[in-house]
DNA sequence: CGGATCGTTGATCAACTTCAACGGTCGTGG
DNA sequence: CCACGACCGTTGAAGTTGATCAACGATCCG
């Protein structure tokens, strides 16, 4: 599974790695097997890690009083996965993540990752186009979620991701869209007869 | 005007300047004033200036085929504007970005800022907070928009952003939270008999 | 003064949710 | 290995939320 990681990391920065620097970066992770429906973290957990997927599919959501979840995110292989917002404010999570089918992840404490970047600068690199590209798909999916209707952020999600759909329930997808399972069932019908 | 930017570079990097690094700082950035109304930007347009707002009020906003308006960001005082997306996409715009009111900006391209970022360590960390930031705040804002009522999405933004009530018009506020002007006034009407 | 912009209100309409019921599939324990 | 329960998607009916269209008054600005 490190191949995956190493494969990833020369996508993304297109620098080549030396041995001694795919050394240091095996050496900075560790290995996490997740059964399906296992918890990588649940609200109100401090977590000082995040995690490469390289195997599996996981969610991270909240749950209302009304026990409705809320999808904020998906990770399926080659995304990372981790609360990224209780690190850097230091508070407890607001999310769960947890796995949607048994999952194979890569983790790595902030720390690390912080020093990392520094040795090997490949690293550094694919960091930084992360970032922007999370930047972007927020501001289009705000961008969706505030111009359009339940249909079109749908077909949205199809353009964007069309893999989601082998991978996902249909009720998460749904969750993730911001609308009700029946509200999506209808969608599809219609759309299919179009 | 250049006050204004050095007080956030230093609460935001807690990092004492140098008078040298405060004289590479200022060569860096040129002043651009916008008459309200005026765009710094149009959709479709090309642009390698983020700008840092240091008067006045802009809003980056789409238009969609019906005429209507969708507003993605606000800047006010100590916010960035500019076009991320098209720059780290290499594309033109999708958006279009005005003044709302008269506006002051220091303007530096993107190309500068990586440049600055190397010379003066302050601006760095400054830059990372940042992007720590809007990363969370997307992630807020999204977490909202599939999980609230408009009301309750009304409310976030009481509490996110207080003054922006004070500094937009209410047409645009709507537009920001993706509900018609008069399903928010509807809805401040009842709950100010609350 | 006159026009444009803005917020408000009412009436109607469309989009989406909720609740309930049903059938299919899948995994698990007996 | 089969049966049963859990889960999932679908469909219908009714209810709710928010959009649209139209009209009006207030304010601001040239």
Chains 1, 2 share one sequence.
Do not use: C
Request: proline share 3%; glycine share 4%; no cysteine.
């Amino acid at each position: 599974m490190f191949d995956t990681f190493l494969q990833y990391v020369a996508d993304y920065s297109s620098l080549k790695l030396s041995d001694e620097e795919i050394e240091v970066i095996k050496k900075s992770f560790k290995l996490k097997k997740l059964r399906k429906r296992q918890y990588l973290l649940q609200e109100g957990d401090m977590s000082k890690y995040i995690s490469f997927v390289t195997k599996g599919a996981l969610r991270q959501y909240t749950v209302d009083d009304k026990g409705h979840e809320h999808i904020v995110r998906f990770g399926i292989e080659r995304w990372w996965m981790g609360d990224y917002e209780g690190f850097t404010m230091k508070t407890p999570s607001r999310y769960n993540i947890d796995a949607i089918d048994d999952s194979e992840l890569l983790q790595i404490s902030y720390e690390q990752l912080e020093d990392l970047k520094k040795k090997v600068p490949a690293i550094e690199a694919m960091v930084k186009k992360i970032d922007q590209r999370s930047y972007v798909s927020q501001q289009r999916r705000i961008h969706s979620s505030i111009s359009n209707t339940a249909e079109d952020r749908y077909i949205d999600l199809l353009n964007t991701y069309p893999d989601f759909l082998q991978r996902f329930p249909q009720n998460m997808i749904a969750s993730y869209l911001g609308i009700s399972p029946e509200t999506l069932s209808r969608i599809r019908k219609q759309m299919a007869g179009k």
